[in-house]
């Protein structure tokens, strides 16, 4: 049995769809992986279904997002981060440790 991780119909595997699936919903996906792209979501019903579900998903969060007074707590996030951030060396924060 084929899985949605394994299926290779040609085009590209699930798992390069899945994650080329913001960079496309977004609009910036390269013009050499976008014809690849387009040919697995037409012959993968799982990753079809996928897309239209980060889309649904997008559009709530944008909803969201539009809803909300951003002017007003925006403010607030920056201060709070640039507080954080002042007197951080920069330096010492690359290249990354323990990883």
Known sequence: MTTPSSRHNGT??????????????????????????????????????????FIRQRGLLSDVGRSQDLEQWAPDIWRSLRARLDGVDVRRLWPPQGI
Do not use: I, N, T, W
């Open 12 to 53: 590209l595997h699930c798992l390069e769809f899945h994650r080329l699936l913001p960079l496309y919903v977004g609009g910036d996906l390269d013009e050499a992986s976008a014809p690849r792209f387009d040919k697995h979501m037409v012959g993968c019903l799982p990753c079809s279904e996928q897309l239209d579900a």
